[in-house]
């Protein structure tokens, strides 16, 4: 009985460490960007076509040339929120100006992936603020947290703009990872000095998220992985998947909010935007399909559709 007792012990000993070691794999292969980035140069993950799509732009060309002639440098607060510095780029339109957005990247970007958003809200009249996102370019954690933290860098931003200007107006527009940021702000408890904001593929949680992707990208069933990916989170007291969720907290916004999605998107699956948008808490609402768009390519995909909603949603509360 003893004997039988300890090959049952080693059993769940060595199953306990395999299911450690799997999230562990998980946790430092998606959420460790610059390894992420790392395994991305060297070809994983790539798609072809949109590799040429994007390569091709003159949309994306214009605005990293725009981007890259601003040569401007981080803009760095202190965070008590999250208890360090955190970074952006921020521009200032040529008049001085009471509009302001706060432009947030996605998933292993930067706010120079961000750059052609920016450049049409500058053009407009706005001031812009691009943050480094949690894990990303300045900051100083090597691992994203998805949004959960971020929210918190963005009210801080959203307080910077208010402490330079008190009738400030602020759009909030984020794409991906930086669209379920913005989400999950707009479920906080918001200066009324933030007037809409603009959610553009971005998902219903984490969790959710990451289950979709982990067979399509890895061949893996989604629940060991994902939930082993949780553990290994939470043991680093990093975030909880399931908390990293837009769709609890966009119930609270009380933010006027644009959804937008490619209905191509396989990576943030195009289905996450009806419940998103149904969700909503908001007294003003609306969303945009953009047909044929792959993931964060809405935009250019259809740049004329993509602004004019923008531009006809916001305009009733800034003037754009």
């Known amino acids: 009985m003893n004997k039988a007792l300890k090959v049952l012990a080693k059993t769940a000993v060595g199953a306990g460490v395999a299911y450690i070691t799997l999230g562990e794999a998980m946790y430092e292969g998606v959420l460790n960007i610059p390894l992420n980035h790392f395994i991305r140069r060297n070809g994983a993950f790539e798609n072809a076509d949109e590799n040429e799509f994007w390569k091709n732009n003159e949309l994306v060309h214009e605005a990293d040339a725009w981007y890259d002639a601003q040569a401007a440098g981080d803009t760095v607060i202190a965070s008590s929120r999250i208890n360090r510095n955190t970074f952006a780029k921020v521009y200032f339109p040529e008049e001085k100006s009471d509009k302001w957005a706060i432009v947030i990247h996605g998933y292993s970007s930067s706010p120079r992936g961000m750059a052609h958003y920016a450049k049409t809200y500058v053009e407009h009249g706005f001031n812009v603020i691009m943050p480094h996102m949690i894990g990303h370019g300045s900051d100083k954690s090597s691992y994203t947290s998805m949004g959960y ?18 009738n400030a107006k602020i759009i909030l527009h984020g794409v991906s990872m930086g669209a379920a940021t913005t989400m999950m702000v707009t479920g906080e408890d918001l200066p009324s000095n933030v007037v809409a904001a603009v959610e553009d593929c971005g998902f219903t949680s984490a969790w959710e998220e990451y289950s979709s992707q982990v067979g399509p990208m890895f061949h893996l069933p989604a629940a060991p992985v994902v939930t082993a990916g949780n553990i290994v989170s939470r043991l680093r007291g990093n975030f909880n998947f399931k908390e990293a969720s837009p769709i609890k907290a966009i119930v609270h916004s009380k933010t006027p909010t644009l959804f937008i999605h490619g209905d191509s998107d396989k990576f943030v699956p195009y289905w996450m935007m009806k419940p998103l948008y149904e969700a909503c808490g908001a007294p003003d609402k609306d969303m945009l399909t953009i047909p044929g768009a792959f993931h964060t390519a809405s935009a250019f995909f259809d740049n004329e559709l993509y602004w004019h909603k923008v531009k006809t949603f916001i305009g009733k509360y800034i003037d754009f």
């Open 149 to 166: 933290y971020d929210k918190l860098i963005i009210l801080d931003w959203i307080d910077y703009a208010v402490s330079l200007n008190e």
